[in-house]
């Protein structure tokens, strides 16, 4: 599967770290810089759903909702449905 982040430098190296711990990462483009802004970047990975690694004791299991950030200031909102 091919994912495209969008977001800051930082925020995309974050979430390449964070979905490390999720799927089997193959590859991760460099950073590409978004077009017109100075602020945000664009990074391709491809990734493998089969050959997940095991998740560390603690971590999710997947039981109960998903929870996504989003709308700024730290506030949390539910997956849509069709995510769970």
């Known amino acids: ?14 979430a390449v770290e ?3 711990g ?6 991760v483009s460099g950073v590409h810089p978004d077009r017109g802004s100075g602020l ?5 990975l491809e990734v493998r759903l089969d050959d997940r690694p ?4 603690g971590s999710r299991n997947g039981s ?3 929870r ?4 700024g200031h730290g506030s949390v909102r539910q997956a849509p ?4």
């Open 68 to 71: 996504l950030r989003g709308g």
């Open 18 to 20: 964070e979905l490390r």
């Open 22 to 27: 999720l799927f089997e990462v193959v590859s």
């Open 64 to 66: 109960g909702p998903r």
């Open 81 to 84: 449905r069709r995510w769970q």
């Open 54 to 57: 095991e998740r560390p004791p």
């Open 1 to 14: 599967m091919k994912l495209r982040l969008h977001g800051t430098p930082q925020e995309c190296r974050r």
């Open 40 to 44: 945000l970047v664009r990074v391709y």
